[in-house]
T-cell receptor, first 113, second 111 residues
Framework: DVKVTQSSRYLVKRTGEKVFLECVQDMDHENMFWYRQDPGLGLRLIYF???????EKGDIPEGYSVSREKKERFSLILESASTNQTSMYLC????????????FGPGTRLLVL | DQQVKQNSPSLSVQEGRISILNCDYTNSMFDYFLWYKKYPAEGPTFLIS?????DKNEDGRFTVFLNKSAKHLSLHIVPSQPGDSAVYFCAARRSTDKLIFGTGTRLQVFP
């Protein structure tokens, strides 16, 4: 079974703090994604990566950066957390290919005070 | 611009009856469609998918219908069970492009 793990299930941070969210997958997937989920807005793509050291902006990259130094690990960084970044953050991975499905981690619920 | 829309934010169905969740899309180039289910405090899990060359795909109690001319997708759950209560997201993609998700429909199945 594919396993995608996220470093924290719940996080509370203060405005201005630097926040690291880490995601690890164990299936040698090339593609990894970071989404945020907000009520009424669904899943919105923040950043994705198709290979090590490669990253592409999604639909809402502002205020975020990412790092992919190893194939299995994809980190999301909030350089200076703000209250509007309070959300559920979801990491996903997939092999790529036409009929791929994405496998999601359990999510990190981040509260920025 | 919301390319994938789920216009019903919530749906309530009695146990044993049919649940029908709807999804509309605007991009006629989408060729692959998926449904995900999400429980609170968990990540979404893949439920069922359909390629644009088909108009129906069935897996147990779950059936997805695709109407390309109407750019409409629906998920039928028969019979509905309390454990089906969750948020359902539809998603669409063109070729190997990134997935575009809808806003979700919260399904509640009551006894």
């Amino acid at each position: 079974d594919v396993k995608v793990t996220q470093s924290s299930r719940y996080l509370v941070k203060r405005t201005g703090e630097k926040v690291f969210l880490e995601c690890v997958q164990d299936m040698d997937h090339e593609n990894m994604f970071w989404y945020r989920q907000d009520p009424g807005l669904g899943l919105r793509l923040i950043y994705f990566s198709y290979d090590v050291k490669m990253k592409e902006k999604g639909d809402i990259p502002e205020g975020y950066s990412v790092s992919r130094e190893k194939k299995e690990r994809f980190s999301l960084i909030l350089e200076s957390a703000s209250t509007n970044q309070t959300s559920m953050y979801l990491c996903a991975s997939t092999t790529g290919g036409v009929q791929e499905t994405q496998y999601f981690g359990p999510g990190t619920r981040l509260l920025v005070l | 611009d919301q390319q994938v829309k789920q216009n019903s934010p919530s749906l309530s169905v009695q146990e044993g009856r049919i649940s029908i969740l709807n999804c509309d899309y605007t991009n006629s180039m989408f060729d692959y469609f998926l449904w995900y289910k999400k429980y609170p405090a968990e990540g979404p899990t893949f439920l069922i998918s359909i390629s644009s060359i088909k108009d129906k795909n069935e897996d147990g109690r779950f059936t997805v219908f695709l109407n390309k001319s109407a750019k409409h997708l629906s998920l039928h759950i028969v019979p509905s069970q309390p454990g089906d209560s969750a948020v359902y997201f539809c998603a669409a993609r063109r070729s190997t492009d990134k997935l575009i998700f809808g806003t979700g429909t919260r399904l509640q199945v009551f006894p």
